[in-house]
């Protein structure tokens, strides 16, 4: 892949991503792995297949030893940078968000991971963090859960959504997409929220739960859950330590 444009737009501890003309271009660190880099184009190529107005994959290759993802540029701003350069229309774009996150989960992609199968691997994988008796319970509660095929974004915030010009919203940054449950969802989208501004979180989770008659409980039920599967991604203590308090305050019983 040759970046002949290239514009740096964002570093990650596993990636830089760059603008290459009409092209998104995700260059992966050589210790992402191979085998992560295509299942994410895999991913990403299924979710295109749901009808949803998302970027589509354009290719995959090789890139002086490392491994990169070219995916379709959609012209606009993101929808928090206009959340945050229009704040007085801040529940107007707050609906219009939950609107599009309705509209995803009204989908099914049959062939994504089950996003229950996808959170017990994450948790089980903490044993450096979490004690086995937390895991154990996080993991009965999990499984306690309704079985749903939803089509889920994994990562649903107002980064990842792109408004364009004629106010129509494209989603991007499919890399953690399953099938599954809207309120695990949701809650992941919660935290999100919460980590930066929870008033912000607080109206998000209000209007979720009134536009899909769903009870605020039952999303809270999955905090402990999200925020323990997003534990193993963290790259700050700060927000280590945010997570872990929905962790340690659950009362499991």
Known sequence: MNLTEKKLL???PYKTVYKDGNRIVKV????????NVFNEALCHSRVEESGLAIPKVLEVSGLDDQWAIAIEYVEGKTLAQLMEEDAANIETYMEQ????????????????????????????????TIDATARYELCTRLNSMPNHTKLCHGDFNPT?????EDGTMAIIDW???????????????????ALKDEA?????LDLFCKKTDTAKQYVQKWLPIT?????????TEEEKQFLMRWIDVIDFQ
């Open 175 to 193: 890399s953690h997409a399953t099938q599954g449950n809207a309120s695990g969802d949701a809650a992941i989208t919660y935290q999100e929220f």
């Open 160 to 164: 990842n959504v792109i408004v364009k």
């Open 200 to 204: 912000l979180a607080n109206m998000y």
């Open 97 to 128: 968000f939950v609107d599009l996150q309705i509209q995803m989960h009204s989908c099914k992609v049959t062939r994504l991971t089950f996003q229950k199968d996808k959170f017990s691997r994450k948790i089980n994988s903490l044993k450096d």
């Open 10 to 12: 964002v570093t990650r």
């Open 227 to 235: 925020a323990a599967a997003r534990l193993t991604q963290v790259t």
């Open 28 to 35: 992966f660190s050589k210790e992402h792995g191979k085998a």
